[in-house]
């Protein structure tokens, strides 16, 4: 069945960096378009950044353009989220997910808390 | 970029119908499909709804999307609902290079 697992969140100073992971498995990776979301505790769900199938082209929200980096190793079924400058407005739990066809989300990781404090 | 502009909140009895809004700021809501998720507490979204009113296997019939021109907005309705339903619901649109999602609509079943 899908799976997707995110790794790689925790506590980060505010200037500091993180990079999530997101292994997934169970489908044809490279078929899919890749999508990163987040949530801030008790808010709601915010578009971070999405990545092609090949990776050729990226696509991010205004809130993290030129702090945060998307990528994805289809050899390894992986995608990535390099994220630089965080802010205490980035704290939030982290989500990876599918996207077929038209952009909606059909399957999402269980999320990863990323908490950016001093 | 346009927003999605969701009730805050909505409540309704066991068995009852409840329909939930979603409505675009700018653009015509029928430009782009139209996608809804639901919450659960401690919980990762899942997918109730796509391109408008296309429903995933699994999810029952009970639920149940449309758009609304003249409104400029979408729907999600429930109906015959149950204790289970009781979750947060987001409305989920995409245009040129953005995804947006609403702000999310708390469903209160009592």
């Known amino acids: 069945q899908v799976q997707l697992v995110e790794s790689g969140g925790g506590l980060v100073k505010p200037g500091g960096s993180l990079r999530l992971s997101c292994a997934a498995s169970g489908f044809s990776f490279s078929d899919y378009y890749m999508t990163w979301i987040r949530q801030a505790p008790g808010k709601g769900l915010e578009w971070v950044s999405y990545i092609s199938r090949s990776g050729d082209s990226k696509y991010y929200a205004d809130s993290v353009k030129g702090r945060f980096t998307i990528s994805r190793d289809n050899a390894k079924n992986s995608l990535y989220l390099q994220m630089n400058s965080l802010r205490a407005e980035d704290t939030a739990v982290y989500y990876c997910?599918?996207?077929?066809?038209?952009?909606?989300?059909?399957?999402w990781g269980q999320g990863y808390l990323v908490t950016v404090s001093s | 970029n346009f927003m999605l502009t969701q009730p805050h909140s909505v409540s309704e009895s066991p068995g009852k119908t409840v329909t939930i809004s979603c409505t675009r700021s700018s653009g015509s809501i029928a430009s782009n499909y139209v996608h809804w998720y639901q919450q659960r507490p401690g919980s990762s979204p899942t997918i109730v709804v796509y391109d408008d009113d296309q429903r995933p296997s699994g999810v029952p019939d009970r639920f149940s999307g449309s758009i609304d021109s003249s409104s400029n907005s979408a729907s999600l309705t429930i109906s015959g609902l149950k204790t289970e339903d009781e979750a947060d619901y987001y409305c989920?649109?995409?245009?040129?290079?953005?995804?947006?999602f609403g702000g999310g609509t708390q469903l209160t079943v009592l």
């Open positions: 997910a599918r996207s077929p066809g038209s952009f909606w989300f059909d399957s």
């Open positions: 989920h649109s995409y245009d040129s290079g953005n995804h947006v």
